[in-house]
């Protein structure tokens, strides 16, 4: 069985501090991951760049999936808020390992973009183009279902298993019920990562499998890994054993 991690991050620079449980070093690089991905027993990995302590992580990203295109792809970015970037969507596909689009759209500013009309341009753009679009909609569900109803074509992926990112233990599944509805939509995919980030305790009394009973609720089509760039994912076992 080949094991891929959904979602990793790798880093040449933090202009701002990495955030929350973001392991806190000024680098990452592809061969420290890879290091740590053979020993977890992870044959590929999807890099998500962190854009927002590292601009140039996603020419990073792309340049270790074409060092490594057995080993890593990649889920790109670009600044949002320059129209300039626009014409970027066209061919988007074309860089070594690029698979789609993500935007966590963690600050209150730029959620304001899913309701004043400044991204309305992206879904049918991104849905021509047959580009998959990851965001953290855990923390939109009503916004991040409107886009998946109006444009049916368009794949949607939904970040870190869609729960209440501000949540811990139980207080992280009050939004369930609205998350297994969003499920259902047949252009949406939920990623089963991040789970370390949810629990309060170590390992093993927060092991991811401990989600299961809820998360086996909404239908998921990527593996329940943990980042392997998260101080909680240093604790876990083989992905293999975990598996």
């Given at each position: 069985?080949?094991?891929i ?8 620079q933090?202009?701002v501090?990495?955030?929350g ?7 990452f690089?592809?061969?420290e991951?890879l290091k ?23 020419m990073l990203?792309i340049?270790?999936?074409?060092k490594y295109p057995?080993?890593f ?6 600044p949002l808020?320059?129209?300039d ?24 500013e730029q959620q304001k ?5 400044s991204?309305e341009w992206?879904?049918p ?13 855990g923390?939109f ?12 074509r368009?794949?949607m992926i ?6 209440n990112r501000?949540?811990?233990d139980?207080?992280?599944f009050?939004?369930?019920?609205k998350?297994?509805?969003l499920?259902k939509l ?8 991040g ?15 401990r ?13 329940l890994?943990g980042?392997r ?5 240093l ?7 975990l598996?």
């Amino acid at each position: 069985m080949k094991i891929i991690d959904a979602q990793v991050h790798i880093w040449s620079q933090t202009v701002v501090p990495t955030f929350g449980l973001h392991r806190k070093v000024s680098k990452f690089t592809a061969e420290e991951l890879l290091k740590e991905m053979d020993e977890a027993g992870v044959d590929a990995a999807l890099i998500h760049p962190p854009f927002s302590w590292d601009p140039a992580s996603n020419m990073l990203a792309i340049e270790a999936a074409k060092k490594y295109p057995d080993r890593f792809a990649v889920m790109g970015q670009f600044p949002l808020d320059n129209p300039d970037n626009r014409k970027l969507i066209e061919g988007w596909r074309k860089q070594p390992g690029m698979m789609g689009l993500r935007w966590p759209l963690l600050s209150e500013e730029q959620q304001k973009w899913l309701h004043d009309g400044s991204l309305e341009w992206l879904w049918p753009a991104a849905e021509k183009e047959g580009l998959p679009i990851a965001m953290m909609g855990g923390l939109f569900l009503d916004e991040f279902r409107d886009i998946a109803e109006r444009h049916p074509r368009l794949k949607m992926i939904v970040d870190h298993c869609g729960l209440n990112r501000l949540g811990r233990d139980a207080e992280a599944f009050i939004h369930l019920d609205k998350l297994v509805t969003l499920a259902k939509l047949p252009n949406v995919a939920v990623k089963a990562t991040g789970a370390p980030h949810y629990s309060t305790q170590a390992y093993p009394a927060q092991h991811p499998g401990r989600a299961a009973p809820h998360l086996r609720r909404v239908r998921t089509k990527t593996l329940l890994l943990g980042h392997r760039h998260h101080p909680h994912a240093l604790q876990l076992p083989s992905m293999r054993n975990l598996l």
